[in-house]
Every structure is written in C-alpha cells, then in structure tokens.
C-alpha cells in the first residue's frame, strides 16, 4: 500500500488508516530502555475518540535485530488473573501486585506466557519522567500480546494492562493528509480539545472562576451565577473536550434520572438517596456501555462523577435552595448548596476511581 514504507517516520499530525479505521496520529514517544532494546509509541486517537497505541519494539542481538509491531488499548487491569497456588487464580489490582511477573496470565478465555520485562523512562500524565516497567505476555501462536505496564510514581506504583495484537506494517497505511496538533490539541480541522486526565477538574475550576468574575463584574448577583453558572460550565467544558460516546450517555442518563427524580417527586428529597442514586448510576453506567462501546477510556470513569453527576446535583441544590430560602438567605445555606453537590459528586468520583476494573472490558 501507498505509504506502507513510512510507517517507522510517522509523527503526531500523520493520519493512518487501519483495516477500514482513519487514525489521527497524536503523540510519538521514544523510550530507549537499553542499547539493545528500543520501544517507540505512537499515540492514535480516531474520529469517534477511541485512543488506541502502535508500539514498535526493536531487541538487537548477536543474531540480528528482532522488530515487533503491536497494535493495542487500554483495558480492565482487573480482567487479568495470574495463578497463585495450582487451580486458584487472582485477579491483578492496583494496590495488590505481585512482587515480580507470574510466568502465566489469563486474559479473555487466553492463556498468555511471560515473555520478557523490560524497564525505562517514560513520561506520565503528569509530564513527570519516571520509570515504567512492562510484563510482556504473548498467546502461543505469538498473535495476541498482553502488556503490563507498572508507573513507579513517588507515592507508590501504578499498574496498567493494554490488549493488542501483533500486526504486520503493511496492515496500515500512511494517508497523505495532515491533522493540526498542539500539546493539547489532536484535531482534523475542527478544533477537538485533549486534555489529560489529571488537568480535568483543575480546567474546571478555572473556567468557573473566570466566568464568575466576569459576571461579578458585569453586576450578575452571585446567587443566580452560582445557580446555573458551574454546572453549565462543566457542560461547556464536556462539549470541548469532545469526549466518547459512552461519556455522552452515561452523563445523558444522569441527568435524566435527576430530571425524573424532580418530576415524580418534586424538590425536597433526601441528599442520602440522590447520593446512592447517582453512585450507583456513576460506578454502573460506564461498565455498562464498555459492553456495547471501545473501552479505550477505561481507568477513567471517574469522568461520569465530574461531567455527569456534578452538573445534575448542583441544579438540583441550587433550585432547591432558591425555592426553600427565597431570603434573606444565611450563609450557612448558601455553604449547604455548595458543599453537598460537592460532596455527592466527590464521593462518586472516590467510588469510581476505586473501582475501576471490575467489568473485563478487553
């Protein structure tokens, strides 16, 4: 094909196509672990916002040189067990690893073989270079590799599972467009915003302080501001970020479950079952969609607890606190619809976060 040649110098801005899929290339990383051994990643992002990696690894021995290239995601940490006494398997978990790598796994109904560990510095989400150790496990026939990544950060380690498979450089083909890309932006000329995860809530805030000082400015009271303002922001910000199609509806049915809420039962009910409601909703939902949607996000869906559960609650407070206590308001009610939406959405973000990798979504 048309470009197959070019396949090692590809750069963030390339577009790609992969059995029938266009591919906007976003990111290129080298990471040379040793003299004998050189792995670069391409970061792939397509038009429905499913980021998936190529991985070009070269090992030089005395024998010649030995190139693997692995198409792969991210996926569920939790769906891969490894044995621990003959006939009991376990499954990995962020705070529970064993100390070095089980020399079988199992991962969606395949036995996978440890192949190998390599070990070197990588940037993480943070933009902090540390040391990233990967398990290499290969099916027998050598088709399907399962990569355990292990970030030592400075609080302790953080482990990820990416599926792919071994694929042959003719399989893709280097389409002759270009796609703008900045450090924060991957786009194919209609702007899509990336940003990563840790800088969600902090570009949050910082859209609501801007918006609000502006208001305050232009002589907005700052009751009705903070009673739509933040929680439109957040839906400002979501339509930016362009994210998947599984965040769209899972945000989509929160908000519609506290439209109902309000519909059969008026205002006035319990923070305790809006909260049970929507921690529920926000830990089910996303597990949910990986059935029917690319999983590519997975390890991220505390984002239905920002995008989802934060704008419905905080309506909700301030509508509530407007019809309750028309005025004159005490602070202390003001501080009550503030900090309960908060705490809802917080504690759905903690259970989502904590949970993730209970659905195998590989």
């Known amino acids: 094909m048309e470009g197959t ?3 090692d110098e590809i750069a963030a801005g390339n577009v790609l196509r992969y059995k ?3 591919w906007n290339v976003v990111e290129k990383d080298v990471c040379k672990q040793s003299e004998a051994y050189v792995e670069q990643q391409w970061t792939l992002r397509s038009t429905a916002s499913v980021e998936a990696y190529l991985l070009k690894t070269e090992e030089r021995t005395p024998g010649g040189s030995k190139v693997i290239w692995v198409f792969t995601h991210q996926t569920s940490l939790q769906g891969v067990t490894y044995e621990i006494i003959p006939g009991v398997w376990r499954a990995f978990t962020e705070l529970e690893m064993p100390a070095g790598p089980p020399s079988t796994v199992k991962f969606s109904n ?8 390599t070990s070197g510095r990588a940037e993480d989400d943070e933009g902090e270079t540390v040391t990233k150790v990967t398990w290499d496990y290969y099916t027998t026939d050598r088709r399907t590799n399962l990569a355990i990544e292990i970030w030592k950060e400075e609080d302790r380690d953080y ?3 990416y599926d792919g498979r071994v694929v ?18 991957a786009s194919s000329g209609d702007g899509e915003l990336e940003i990563k995860p840790g800088e969600e809530v902090k570009s949050a ?6 918006s609000g000082f502006f208001f305050l400015i232009i002589g907005v009271p700052m009751d009705y501001y903070l009673s739509f303002g933040p929680a439109v922001c957040i839906v400002i910000l979501m339509a930016l970020l362009r994210p998947p199609l599984w965040l769209w509806l899972s945000s989509a049915l929160i908000w519609a479950t506290m439209i109902a809420l309000v519909w059969f039962k008026g205002f006035g009910v319990s923070f305790w079952y809006i909260a049970a409601a929507c921690a529920v909703l926000s830990a089910a939902l996303p597990r949910l969609m990986a059935l029917k949607f690319p999983a590519e996000d997975s390890g991220r869906y505390y984002r239905t607890a920002i995008f989802g559960v934060f704008p419905a609650v905080w309506l909700y407070s301030f509508l509530e606190y407007l019809i309750y206590a028309p005025g004159p308001r005490a602070f202390y009610q003001v501080a009550a619809a503030i900090v309960l939406p908060l705490a809802v959405a917080g504690v759905c973000g903690l259970i989502s976060f904590f949970t993730e990798g209970i659905a195998a979504n590989g």
């Not at 395949?110 to 560990?117: A, P, R, S, W």
């Not at 450089?169 to 002759?176: K, T």
């Open 5 to 7: 040649c070019k396949l």
């Open 20 to 22: 029938g899929t266009e």
């Open 110 to 117: 395949d036995y996978l073989t440890f192949d190998g560990e």
């Open 159 to 161: 482990p990820e599972a």
């Open 168 to 185: 042959e450089p003719s399989a893709f083909e280097v389409l002759e467009k270009k796609v703008r890309v900045s450090p924060r932006r």
């Open 205 to 210: 805030f910082t859209m609501i302080g801007m």
